[in-house]
């Protein structure tokens, strides 16, 4: 599968983003979708993840829950994170990730977990 990451921008403190991931080359409802972010001079970090049915198990990191919402469309092939309330620390380019042959309701948090990846999509919040 190909994985598009759009969305990314330039905003100020406290401002919102919704981030998509277009999906195309397979069926993209077998996939387990994964959010992912690198800062600057730091390692990729798990951000948010769903499983394969939009219904089901979803996954944060504990520095956006309550901020970011990561949901999908199986029928628009497309996975969106919802990002709220953003801070100067999100800043990152932030990367979709994709894994194929999962049973329904697993979900992955480690980079390792995922074998599609997207070209990433800068987000910069200013404070």
């Known amino acids: 599968v190909q994985l598009q990451a759009s969305g990314g921008g330039l905003v100020q403190t406290g401002a919102s983003l919704r981030l998509a991931c277009a999906g195309s080359g397979r069926t993209f409802s077998s996939f387990a979708i994964g959010w992912f972010r690198q800062a600057p001079g730091k390692e990729r970090e798990f951000v948010a993840a769903i499983s394969r049915n939009p219904s089901g198990r979803t996954e944060y990191t504990d520095s956006v829950k309550g901020r970011f919402t990561i949901s999908r469309d199986n029928v628009r092939n497309t996975a969106y994170l919802q990002m709220n309330s953003l801070k100067p620390e999100d800043t990152a380019i932030y990367y979709c990730?994709?894994?194929?042959?999962?049973?329904?309701?697993?979900?992955?948090?480690?980079?390792?977990?995922?074998?599609?990846w997207g070209q990433g999509t800068l987000v910069t919040v200013s404070s």
């Open positions: 990730a994709a894994r194929a042959g999962v049973v329904f309701g697993v979900v992955g948090t480690d980079r390792a977990f995922y074998n599609y």
